[in-house]
């Protein structure tokens, strides 16, 4: 991805609930490329993430 396209990703999900800059490059770090592909992910798979907890994951539960 060109640098400008990572930059509007990383944007689009700090629009998440709960989600910051750090945990948006997170996310953007760990392959997901929009925020529905974060919000239809497994806790699991979210956890994972560095910086990424159960408080966070509950956030974007509720964004279904």
């Keep these: 991805?060109?640098?400008q396209e990572a930059k509007l990703l990383?944007?689009?999900f700090i629009k998440l609930p709960g989600v910051g800059?750090?945990?948006a490059k997170a996310f953007y770090e760990?392959?997901?490329?929009?925020t529905k592909e974060i919000i239809s992910a497994k806790?699991?798979?979210?956890?994972a993430i560095?910086?990424?907890?159960v408080n966070l994951v509950k956030k974007l539960?509720?964004?279904k």
């Design 10 to 12: 990383i944007e689009s």
């Design 30 to 34: 760990a392959g997901f490329k929009s």
């Design 21 to 23: 800059a750090k945990s």
């Design 61 to 63: 539960r509720e964004q």
């Design 1 to 3: 991805l060109k640098k």
């Design 50 to 53: 560095p910086g990424v907890g």
């Design 43 to 47: 806790d699991k798979d979210l956890l």
